[in-house]
Structure formats: structure tokens, C-alpha cells
């Protein structure tokens, strides 16, 4: 069987296909975004705990509209810092003078300026 397309219509359906395939691969790479979660089945036992005296503090950026905080996506992250010993907070105010007296660790992660 052959098609007859006209030659001046080429270049336009290649377009379409390409403009399909672009939006195919961009909803396929949102859906991956999407799908970063934690696993709620990861086993975070501390079978020798480090700071069962002494618990250090570490704070988990919050304040600078992350990706990655303790209460979301470093949620097994921040759990297995706690099973060791260490205080876990969320730091939830941007960086000052003195807003980090007393932490002995920071984690930031996937920061932003804005809301994007």
C-alpha cells in the first residue's frame, strides 16, 4: 500500500511526531520526579548505637523550599540518624546570625530560591 503525502506536508508531520515524542518523554520523566519516595519497609535498626550518652544535633534544611526534608523524602534518613542517637530537627528559618548556635550538623538538599 502507498501513501501519497503531499511533500510540503513532510516537514509538519515530522514536527507533530517530534512534538509527540517530547511530551511522551516529558510526562514519563514527571512521573519518575514524582515517584521518589521513601520506603516505608527499609529496616533502619542500629544494632550498636553510637550517641546513646550524647546525642548530637543535626538539623535538616526545610527553609529553603527543598526537595529532600526529614518529614518527607530523608524520612528514612532522618529515622536512622535517631536510631543512632542524634537529635533530628527540621531547620524551618532561613540561615541568620546565631540560628545555627548549638547544631553540630546541617544537611541541605536540593535547595531552591523560590518556589519553582
Known sequence: MRLDIPRA????LVAAAGGVVFAV???AASIQYRD???DPTADLTVVHVTYADAHPLVRVD????NFHTADKRYRPFAELLRNDGYRV???TEPF???SLDGV???VVANCYRSRH
Open 62 to 65: 526545610a527553609a529553603h523550599y
Open 96 to 98: 541568620a546570625d546565631h
Open 25 to 27: 518523554t516529558m510526562a
Open 36 to 38: 521518589q519516595v521513601p
Open 9 to 12: 506536508s513532510i516537514p509538519a
Open 89 to 91: 530537627e527540621a531547620n
Open 104 to 106: 553540630d550538623v546541617l
